[in-house]
């Protein structure tokens, strides 16, 4: 098992990111869906927990989606397994500040695969060591959302790139390259993921391409989030709420459409050219 921290500073508070957090997963997902592929909604609803924070009582949301995702996977795994390999169940906890999700596929690796991802945000720009008590020996990975070189140029969108976007809803920006260290407002998402899967002779190496994509996709996420600042500033939280429920809608008619949606694997090589 490989167990990794990321850490995302975001040019917002920590209250701000709450609301923009939600309204970028539906974006993402209407974004990235279509075509068979991308996500659907299968449940959603509050919980209370005293297990997911030992010591702690915690409310949220938990939702839980199913994600297919064959076009999306490095060409070599695609090559060697069958497409049930590529759709995976998430189960997510979101008690923000502190959310928890699971993923699996049951419907063919079933126990020989996991991957748990803790995110803990915080009001810093990345500075609390071991914010979710990981393992002492563990790679920490920087995300800064101004770097286009994350995303690659093929994906390159002027309208995108988080280190010229000044927003008109509120000031902030632009993102010069000591932001991480400047910005006020300034926060950060850190996340222990742990990736679990177990076939001899190819465990170490999907481990490692599992890793491989998280910046990005991490990178991704929380950029719209900010670029997406605009649409979402002075929405309400039952607005959100609103838009998750028509996403949901939106995805499941996009799914039955013959057309694919988004990013592939295949892009990465292209991301230097």
């Not at 590529?86 to 126990?111: D, Q, R």
Request: glycine fraction near 6%.
């Amino acid at each position: 098992m490989i167990i990794k921290e990321y850490r995302i500073p975001l040019p917002l508070s920590v209250d701000e990111f709450e609301r923009g957090l939600l309204y970028a997963v539906s974006a993402c997902s209407r974004n990235e869906t279509g075509g068979g592929e991308g996500a659907e909604f299968l449940e959603q609803r509050e919980f209370t927990s005293d297990d997911l924070r030992p010591g702690q009582t915690v409310t949220g949301t938990y939702t839980k989606k199913i994600y297919r995702l064959r076009s999306k996977a490095p060409w070599v795994l695609q090559k060697l397994l069958p497409p049930e390999a590529f759709e995976i169940h998430e189960e997510s906890w979101n008690a923000y500040p502190y959310c928890k999700t699971v993923l699996t596929n049951p419907g063919y690796m079933k126990e020989n695969f996991h991957q748990v991802i803790e995110t803990l945000h915080l009001p810093d720009n990345g500075s609390t060591e071991n914010a979710l008590d990981g393992p002492e020996k563990r790679e920490i990975v920087w995300v800064d959302i101004a770097d286009n070189d994350i995303f690659g140029a093929k994906n390159y969108k002027k309208e995108k790139d988080a280190s010229i976007f000044e927003p008109e809803c509120v000031e902030r920006g632009p993102l010069d390259e000591d932001w991480i260290d400047e910005h006020d407002p300034i926060m950060c998402a850190y996340k222990l993921v742990s990736c679990h899967f177990k076939w001899t002779g190819l465990q170490r190496m999907v481990e490692k391409t599992i890793h491989k994509q998280y910046p990005r996709v991490f990178g991704l996420m929380h950029r719209d989030a900010y670029v997406l600042l605009d649409e979402w500033f002075n929405m309400s939280m039952e607005s959100i709420r609103e838009y998750e429920e028509e996403t949901a809608h939106v995805l499941r008619k996009q799914l039955a459409h013959p057309e694919k949606r988004g990013t592939t694997c295949d892009d990465d090589n292209n991301n230097n050219k």
